[in-house]
C-alpha cells in the first residue's frame, strides 16, 4: 500500500515549498523555459535548477531541452491526484456532519427528546 | 510574502507522509482517541505521536486531553485551504487551454489558415 502512495508523498512534499509552489503557479499559465521561469525568484540558477528536479521526479513539472533552451510545462495528471486526495477527505467529514446534523434535528422532532 | 506561506508549507509537509495522511484519513471519519488512532499503524505509540505533533503544528489536527484519554480531531479548514491552493492553479491551467482550444477553433474556421 505504501508504494502507491509513493507519487503522492512526492507531489505533496514538492508542494511543501514556497518557491516551488511559485514555479508550479507560473507553469499553470502556460509553459516557460527554466531562465524564464528564473526571472522573479531570488536565487541562483543552479537553485533554481534543484527545485525544478524535485518538481519533475513528483511529476507535477515535466521540461524538454530543445537546443539550448529547456523549456517546462505543467502536469496536470499529479496536481489532480493532490486533489483528488484532499477532496475525498473533505467529502468524508462533510458527509460525517451532513450525518450529525441530520441526527440532531431528528432529536429536535422528537417529542421525548423535549 | 513567504510568511503568509507558511501554513502551506506545514500542510503540505504535513501530507507528504503516509503514515500522517492514514491518520487524517482516520479523522475525515469522526474524532478519535490517539490509542485508535495509533491501533492500526504498525509503530510504536512514541512515533504516533510525533507524526499527531507534525499534524497539530500544521493546523490539520486538533487534539485535547481530558482525564487521562487525548482525543484528535480533524481542523478543516487547513485542508480547505491546501484543497483551495490547488484548485486555483488547476483552473488557470484550464483555462488555459479552453482559449487555446478557442484559438484552434478559430483558426480552424478561418477561410486563410486553409
Known sequence: MLN??????????ALADPTRRIMVERLSRGPAAVSELAKPLAMSLSAVM???????????VRTEKVGRVRTCQI???ALQTAEHWINER????????????????AQDDDPDSK
Open 90 to 105: 473533505r467529502s468524508l467529514w462533510e458527509r460525517r456532519f451532513d450525518q450529525l446534523g441530520d441526527y440532531l434535528a
Open 4 to 13: 502507491n502512495q509513493a507519487p503522492l508523498d512526492l507531489v505533496f512534499q
Open 50 to 60: 534543484q527545485h525544478l528536479q524535485v518538481l519533475e521526479t513528483s511529476g507535477l
Open 75 to 77: 502536469e496536470p495528471v
